[in-house]
């Protein structure tokens, strides 16, 4: 029913100038959910912290009563859940779910654009929800108004009762971002080391965590402990990364010369072993450093389905973990690949 990620708290979350005011309403509705601001609208830009204020007002007011129903999810998983309860005859069901609640909080709103049928039936439950002094929660990468294609009777609602937005984050919370994420997980590092990827990397918070986490398994592997120059060899790859100075091609070609199989035999279907490796570790690869989805592996070697690359990933990943030799071939290939490009 709950749908929450019990990770993602208030006593983890950062304050600072740039979310200060989505954390403070965010609590005030935890505490007096239905009594306070109805709707909470939060807003703001990608990584910024929106989904996890709003797990952590689900979670909060769980845990001052574990009889409220509280339920989180997407406006996507609302549109699909609808969808399929047409489908199946099963709109009564859907209507006893979401009526029923204490708290409701539907994620990136925005995504009912355009999409008619779920807006008439977000509209009816909004509505209900409302008039019986239940909570709504509501996010999206914009303010209502901006909204394009959601009926008025919709973005008025949204306005009624709180908008709250969350910046970018200012130097200052950057550092503490990242001073408390390396507390938290108990990560040797400088103030002075901090202080540097706080100062470049100066987007959101997940970059922020992002690299950090990369920072922190780059020194593991290599057995470092963690300096500037580690930083700025992992901000290097990163900044390649983005450039798309790597790609897929790229990534193909230093796996095919480095195991002497040809691009030809790695696409194809053939099951002989070595041939079969190469293009795991082709597939682990591309996943690795571009990030490219499951189905757009599967795409580029020939039209494997999706959950063929997904085991071939976790097969390389398998493997790593239980062979440092192997892992270290991968890892001087991933080298490879992202020094030998320009
Ligand atoms: P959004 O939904 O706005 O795109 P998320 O809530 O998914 O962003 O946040 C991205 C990541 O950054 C998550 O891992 C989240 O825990 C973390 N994060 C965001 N803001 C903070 C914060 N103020 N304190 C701690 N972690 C944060
Ligand atoms: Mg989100």
Redesign the pocket.
């Known amino acids: 029913y709950y749908n929450l990620n019990d990770k993602?708290l208030f006593n983890?979350?950062?304050?600072g100038k740039s979310?200060e005011f989505a954390h403070a309403a965010s609590e005030a509705v935890a505490n007096a959910p239905g009594k306070v601001y109805n709707p909470l609208f939060i807003y703001?830009g990608?990584?910024?912290?929106?989904?996890?204020l709003m797990h952590a007002i689900g979670n909060s007011v769980l845990k001052n009563n574990s009889n409220k129903k509280v339920y989180y999810c997407s406006s996507e998983q609302f549109t699909n859940d609808l969808i399929n309860s047409l489908k199946n005859d099963k709109m009564m069901e859907f209507r006893s779910k979401y009526r029923k609640l204490d708290l409701l909080l539907i994620d990136d709103i925005q995504f009912i654009a355009g999409k008619d049928s779920t807006q008439e039936e977000f509209f009816h439950t909004f509505n209900e929800l409302h008039q019986a002094g239940k909570q709504i929660v509501l996010s999206s990468d914009r303010p209502p108004k901006e909204i394009d294609n959601v009926e008025k009777r919709l973005v008025s609602r949204f306005e009624w009762g709180l908008i709250a937005d969350i910046q970018q984050p200012d130097y200052e919370t950057r550092v503490a971002?990242l001073s408390k994420k390396a507390e938290m997980e108990n990560i040797k590092i400088s103030k002075e080391v901090l202080e540097f990827i706080a100062e470049t990397i100066n987007s959101n918070?997940?970059e922020l965590?992002g690299n950090l986490n990369r920072i922190v398994a780059k020194a593991s592997i290599l057995k470092k402990e963690i300096n500037i120059d580690l930083v700025k060899d992992v901000f290097y790859d990163v900044v390649k990364r983005n450039n798309k100075v790597v790609n897929k091609d790229k990534i193909i070609k230093v796996v095919s010369e480095y195991y002497e199989i040809s691009i030809e035999d790695m696409i194809s279907s053939k099951r002989k072993k070595d041939i079969a490796k190469s293009r795991q570790v082709a597939m682990y690869l591309l996943r690795d450093i571009l990030s490219e989805s499951f189905s757009a592996i599967g795409g580029i070697f020939g039209g494997k389905d999706h959950t063929t690359v997904m085991h071939s990933v976790s097969k390389i990943e398998k493997d790593m973990k239980e062979n440092k030799y192997f892992e270290k071939d991968i890892m001087s290939l991933k080298e490879k690949i992202l020094n030998n490009s320009n």
């Open positions: 993602y983890n979350f950062i304050v979310n703001g990608v990584g910024l912290g929106k989904t996890h971002i918070i997940r965590e």
